[in-house]
């Protein structure tokens, strides 16, 4: 850390170490954007328009995104390294455990998007209906509905 970035995010006196780290974090990936629009400006403020400058950034945008897609997309679950050393041993980690197996040659980005939807819908549904009762009282069609 450079002792400039601390004493900008140690300006608010009552910050913790991670909203220190926080600021230090998102200082640091502004200065990266800055220096990456410094390095591109002069390359292409050769091409003739705006318009074809916006083509340059997106294009190269778009290849980028697209390659990381792929890669993303070849990721399978059983390729992850999920750490349950935390999780103490119980129903929790066995559920986590058995959906490890279950979902092992899944593609990760899209299992772990719509995991993420469905811990959203269990939110919504539990604060409506079924807050505080087992989850044996939810069913499928309650959700998928």
């Known amino acids: 850390m450079k002792a400039k970035q601390i004493k900008k995010a140690i300006k608010k006196v009552n910050k913790s170490k991670d909203e220190i780290k ?7 990936r502004i200065e990266h954007m ?32 697209a390659h990381i897609e792929k890669k993303i997309s070849e990721i399978k679950v059983s390729d992850c ?14 559920a986590i455990e058995q959906l490890v197996v279950l979902f ?28 505080k009762q087992p989850m044996s009282s939810v069913t499928v069609k309650d959700i998928v509905a």
């Not at 926080?22 to 640091?28: G, P, Y």
């Not at 040659?105 to 807050?131: I, M, N, P, R, V």
């Open 22 to 28: 926080a600021d230090i974090a998102r200082t640091a």
């Open 34 to 65: 800055k220096e990456v629009v410094r390095k591109t400006f002069p390359i292409i403020e050769k091409v003739d328009s705006i318009y074809d400058g916006q083509t340059v950034v997106n294009a190269l945008s778009g290849f980028l995104s």
């Open 81 to 94: 390294s999920i750490d349950l050393s935390g999780e103490p041993k119980g129903k929790i980690r066995t």
């Open 104 to 131: 092992k040659d899944e593609d990760a980005k899209t299992l772990s998007t719509t995991l993420e939807s469905l811990g959203s819908t269990f939110t919504k549904f539990g604060a409506d209906k079924f807050l």
